[in-house]
T-cell receptor
Framework: DAKTTQPTSMDCAEGRAANLPCNHS???????VYWYRQIHSQGPQYIIH???NNETNEMASLIITEDRKSSTLILPHATLRDTAVYYC?????????????FGQGTELSVKP | DAGITQSPRHKVTETGTPVTLRCHQT?????MYWYRQDPGHGLRLIHY???????DKGEVSDGYSVSRSKTEDFLLTLESATSSQTSVYFC????????????FGQGTRLTVV
């Protein structure tokens, strides 16, 4: 399974962009990059995913490098409610399904 | 929440007793997962299922078994609970499309005393 590495923690000022990096240097060609976040003790929540092109939705943008070995999740205008643990995951496909293996994630603190 | 329900939400049990946690879904999703979450370890995959009676081990499967006799239910059993299995357990589903996101349940807090 491809592994991901993320910084343990980051701070961001409210209203500024939060840029969360992820390294996935062993990613395979058919594996997608997914981002989730977990607020307090709730179940993780899907944010965005991509294969090779940059993606944007109402929550965030995902920038994947051309060699696909790393990506960055961008929260364009962070709010206090974006304080959470953010997980970068590479989707492994087996048996027409797949595992979701989570790393340690990045604890993002958005400060006033 | 993709129609996911975990039960019970909280449970306290004694060491050595069997415990079964249930994950129930109402939308006929094929793939279901059980995770545990402990401080300092993030989410760790215990077992997963890709269909009725089709299951496989995850990262931390020792001491756990699962069963999926119906599409809608994925059961996690601790045959003989130990204090090291005190944790928060999350169930997740993914629909059949390869690149579809996962949805998680609200979690079950299990304490083994």
């Amino acid at each position: 399974d491809a592994k991901t590495t993320q910084p343990t923690s980051m701070d961001c000022a409210e209203g500024r962009a939060a840029n969360l990096p992820c390294n996935h240097s062993t990613i395979s060609g058919n594996e997608y990059v997914y981002w989730y976040r977990q607020i307090h003790s709730q179940g993780p929540q899907y944010i965005i995913h991509g294969l090779k092109n940059n993606e944007t939705n109402e929550m965030a943008s995902l920038i994947i490098t051309e060699d696909r070995k790393s990506s960055t999740l961008i929260l364009p205008h962070a709010t206090l409610r974006d304080t959470a643990v953010y997980y970068c995951i590479v989707r492994v496909v087996e048996n027409q399904g797949g595992k979701l293996i989570f790393g340690q994630g990045t604890e993002l603190s958005v400060k006033p | 929440d993709a129609g996911i329900t975990q039960s019970p939400r909280h449970k306290v049990t004694e060491t050595g007793t069997p415990v079964t946690l249930r994950c129930h879904q109402t939308e006929n999703h094929r793939y279901m997962y059980w995770y545990r979450q402990d401080p300092g370890h993030g989410l760790r995959l215990i077992h997963y299922s890709y269909g009725v009676k089709d299951t496989d081990k995850g990262e931390v499967s020792d001491g756990y078994s699962v069963s999926r006799s119906k599409t809608e239910d994925f059961l996690l059993t601790l045959e003989s609970a130990t204090s090291s299995q005190t944790s928060v357990y999350f169930c997740a589903i993914i629909s059949s499309t390869m690149n579809t996101e996962a949805f998680f349940g609200q979690g079950t807090r299990l304490t083994v005393v």
